[in-house]
């Protein structure tokens, strides 16, 4: 795997500068020796990280959610595995 020569702050200003200056995409890319496609690919991460930042709930909501889900998938758990046991019993019933 090749590890890119930018770190996360090169790449971060080289996205900024896009957004502030009216340098072409191609300028830009030749200014820092980077692949238009590669560009594209690091300006859709880091658009598609910042939606993600402003739509996230609190860390508080998060764990209340992700609790209540875990507490009802434990109750289904639970039922489903009294349902086997039940068919379980009546197959070992028929059989004899």
Same mark, same amino acid.
């Given at each position: 795997?090749?590890?890119? *020569? #930018?770190?996360?702050?090169? *790449?971060?200003?080289?996205? %900024?500068?896009?957004? !502030?200056? @009216? /340098?072409?995409?191609? +300028?830009?890319?030749? $200014? &820092? @020796?980077v692949?238009?496609?590669? #560009? &594209?690919?690091? *300006? +859709?991460? #880091?658009?598609?990280?910042? *939606?993600?930042?402003? !739509?996230?709930?609190? $860390?508080?909501?998060? &764990?209340?959610?992700? $609790?209540?889900? @875990?507490?009802? %998938?434990?109750?289904? /758990?639970?039922?489903?595995?009294?349902? @086997?046991?039940? %068919?379980?019993?009546t %197959? +070992?019933?028929?059989?004899?």
């Open positions: 795997m090749v590890r890119s *020569k #930018f770190t996360l702050q090169d *790449k971060a200003r080289i996205i %900024l500068e896009s957004l !502030n200056t @009216n /340098i072409s995409t191609a +300028e830009l890319c030749r $200014k &820092y @020796n692949s238009p496609p590669t #560009f &594209y690919q690091w *300006k +859709e991460k #880091f658009v598609d990280g910042g *939606k993600t930042s402003l !739509n996230r709930a609190s $860390k508080g909501d998060v &764990y209340k959610s992700l $609790k209540k889900e @875990n507490e009802s %998938l434990k109750r289904l /758990i639970g039922e489903l595995t009294v349902a @086997n046991d039940i %068919l379980k019993k %197959l +070992e019933g028929s059989k004899r």
